[in-house]
């Protein structure tokens, strides 16, 4: 039996992207990346729940980003779920992050490069109406 773990999300950039190198000399960029999804609460009105998600994007698609996107920019990515620790004053603690592998900024914005190795434009079309 095979597995899978594929993440797709679309939601909206909530920090600068900086651009850094790591010690093996790679350019990648960590974000973060809200997504939301409408639900009731017990009076049955109408209710937007907001999720964070930790983004990290390596090597062109990083450089591109870093370049053409900011803070509130619209992103589409596909990657994959990535578990990573973190070492604070001797506390280790466990994470879990989006390795992302491909990303897309969202068409319709003036001025805005496609950023993605293989054409998606079907699927962020599809999916642009997700932010409004």
């Given at each position: 039996m095979g597995?899978?773990?594929?993440?797709?999300?679309?939601?909206?950039?909530g920090n600068h992207p900086e651009l850094k190198v790591s010690s093996g000399g790679k350019?990648?960029?960590h974000l973060s990346l809200s997504t939301y999804r409408?639900?009731?609460d017990a009076n049955g009105g109408a209710r937007r729940e907001?999720?964070?998600?930790?983004?990290m994007i390596w090597g062109k698609n990083a450089e591109?980003?870093?370049?053409f996107c900011t803070k509130g920019s619209p992103l589409y990515i596909e990657g994959h779920l990535a578990n990573y620790t973190k070492e604070d004053n001797g506390h280790r603690t466990f994470h879990i992050g989006i390795v992302a592998e491909q990303l897309q900024l969202i068409p319709g914005i003036a001025g805005t490069p496609t950023v993605s190795s293989e054409n998606r434009d079907s699927e962020v079309e599809s999916a642009r109406g997700l932010l409004n």
């Amino acid at each position: 039996m095979g597995s899978i773990n594929r993440v797709v999300l679309m939601g909206l950039i909530g920090n600068h992207p900086e651009l850094k190198v790591s010690s093996g000399g790679k350019p990648y960029v960590h974000l973060s990346l809200s997504t939301y999804r409408r639900t009731k609460d017990a009076n049955g009105g109408a209710r937007r729940e907001t999720q964070w998600h930790k983004i990290m994007i390596w090597g062109k698609n990083a450089e591109l980003c870093a370049s053409f996107c900011t803070k509130g920019s619209p992103l589409y990515i596909e990657g994959h779920l990535a578990n990573y620790t973190k070492e604070d004053n001797g506390h280790r603690t466990f994470h879990i992050g989006i390795v992302a592998e491909q990303l897309q900024l969202i068409p319709g914005i003036a001025g805005t490069p496609t950023v993605s190795s293989e054409n998606r434009d079907s699927e962020v079309e599809s999916a642009r109406g997700l932010l409004n």
